[in-house]
């Protein structure tokens, strides 16, 4: 008996230590082609920024990163999604930047046995009545970015405004967001496809209108090209604020064209908190230019992996759901915690574009609007 109990013991031991020594897989899914390509390069570069600060351990383990082109994408998305959990065998996947695509990969990941986490995509229904407990969003919820302008407006008595998105999920949640805090009168809200790079048509009706403000949501290569028309177009006495729209992936192009241009945000380069300084200064050293906030995002989607691994590992996930719940990593942010529905507690800003005295187009903190803020949609989550 006792001799069986040894060699059970032993069995068990060796069992443990061959799966510490397997590497932990991680799928990187992000839209890495066409227009909006930067966006997810700064996301996975800032991913393996933070591999490289670890050692290229994650969790104590090995780490196999695998990275995957979606192209913008939703059912090519889907595919790649299920062939990186069911033929690659991913213990989690790190993406997408586009809601779309989040919704169409949110089943092959979970369902296949994976956790998602999002460093980017924050789409409301994932917040509320899809909350799902392997799905983690370290980014923000897609409406919260747009109340910080609404809250500025409703300050500083902006009494009309004009909105402008791209008609998908992320582009209905911003505009259904702002609205949402907005005090004053919408005059008008313009939908455009995801992918439009001409705006004449919209900027002639908002000149029309003139209202007191515009806020607009247009990421990538949508926002380079709506900067630099609307100052062509002769409307600059018209504030223009925005959310995904003038940042370090737009900002290099767009250059003076949005200088003080003011948007809203979760992050800055010259956000002060513990270890920003040295992760801006690093992705600068690394990658040659500013990082983003969706650079922010991939970096801290792969240090909540490593917190959660190194706590739980993952073999048991209700150990490893609860390690990642309690989101035990110094975020560039600072303070971060998850709400029920596993989207951040966190701060928002203001912040404007700016040249700085090293000639970086780059955003910079304005002032805090929101403190420790959680989104409107937790309450509708059955996970409360």
Known sequence: MRATAILSALM?????????E?????????TLSGPPAVLGEHARDGLLLAEQKLGGKVG?????????????????????ARELVESEGVDFVVGPIFSNIMTAIAAPVTQGGAILVSPNAGPSNFAGRDCNPDIFVVSYQNDQMPQVLAEHMNQQGIGSVYLLAPNYQAGQDSLNGFKAAYDGQVMGELFVPLGQLDFSGELAQIAAFQPAAVYAFMPGGMGVNLVKQWNQA??????????F????????????????????????????TPGNAEFVAAFKEAYGRVPSLYAM???DALMLID???????????????????AAEFPSLRGQFSFAANNFPVQDFYLTKAIKDDEGN???????????????????????N
Do not use: H
């Open 12 to 20: 068990l031991t060796t069992a443990s230590a061959a799966w510490a």
């Open 22 to 30: 397997e590497p932990l897989k991680i799928g990187v899914l992000m």
């Open 60 to 80: 104590g383990r090995e780490a196999e990163i695998i990275v995957v082109d979606d192209e913008g994408k939703p059912d090519l998305a889907a595919q790649k």
């Open 234 to 243: 002769g409307l600059s006495q018209i504030p223009l604020m925005t959310a």
């Open 245 to 272: 729209t003038v940042d370090e992936t737009t900002l290099p192009a767009q250059q003076g064209a949005a200088v003080d241009m003011l948007t809203g945000s979760n992050w800055a380069p010259d956000l002060d």
């Open 297 to 299: 995002g991939g970096y």
């Open 307 to 325: 917190s959660a691994v190194s706590e739980a590992g993952t073999e048991d996930r209700e150990a490893l759901r609860a390690a990642l719940k």
């Open 361 to 383: 187009y780059r955003t910079s903190v304005v002032e805090k609007v929101f403190t420790a803020a959680s989104d409107s949609y937790v309450g509708d989550c059955a996970m």
